[in-house]
């Protein structure tokens, strides 16, 4: 229980003090009239915390990952499981994927799709915008492009990677607040997850 809840019980139990001593010794009034001014003050103070407090809020984690590259008809893609531990609210989800050979520069492919996706966001443009509850789990599905058999070929000897950035903004929020997913695989070993680096 919260303090502005206790202080909100306080005010309750001192109220019916008050009322008690009053109706029950009338001779000892003035004892439930203290009892009633507290209650009424401490009363006040609960509101004032109730209203300060407003709505929690979603708090969003990132608990895990799938990456899928070969399903038919699709092109690869990540999909991020996330878990609401904040209150109840929208989520906007945001992302996008390439496919690289294994010999590009790993800080320039992920420094260009997360520009990308950054344009994306600040344009609000290609979001999947849901909503989200309390402790509820949901995922967002990052898409690469579609890939040519050769692509594909690539992927499957290992001599290409799938990368993948993503952002979830909570109620349009602010992306630096926000889960920020940066990730890549090698085609011929999607369950090891890597991550981008920073810099």
């Not at 989800?93 to 600040?122: E, F, S």
């Not at 909503?131 to 509820?136: D, N, S, T, V």
């Amino acid at each position: 229980m919260e303090f502005a809840d206790r202080l909100g019980l306080i005010a309750l139990i001192m109220a019916f003090l008050g009322l008690g001593i009053t109706i029950l010794w009338p001779t000892k009034r003035w004892i439930g009239w203290i009892s009633l001014t507290i209650a009424a003050v401490l009363g006040l103070v609960w509101c004032g915390f109730e209203l300060s407090r407003g709505e929690a809020k979603p708090q969003l984690v990132v608990t895990g990952y799938e990456v899928v590259l070969f399903k038919p008809d699709y092109p690869p893609f990540a999909n991020v499981y996330l878990e609401n531990l904040g209150g109840k609210g929208t989520i906007t989800g945001y992302g996008g994927g390439a496919v690289v050979p294994a010999t590009a520069n790993i800080h320039d492919v992920c420094k260009g799709l997360k520009a990308d996706v950054q344009k994306l966001v600040t344009a609000a443009k290609d979001g999947l915008v849901f909503p989200i509850q309390p402790h509820e789990k949901k995922w967002n599905s990052v898409f690469g492009p579609k890939i040519t058999e050769d692509q594909a070929r690539s992927l499957a000897n290992g001599n290409s990677y799938f990368f993948f950035y993503g952002t979830t903004l909570v109620n349009g929020g602010n992306p630096q607040d926000d889960p920020v997913y940066y990730n890549f695989v090698r085609g011929n070993n999607p369950k090891a997850i890597m991550n981008c680096p920073e810099n």
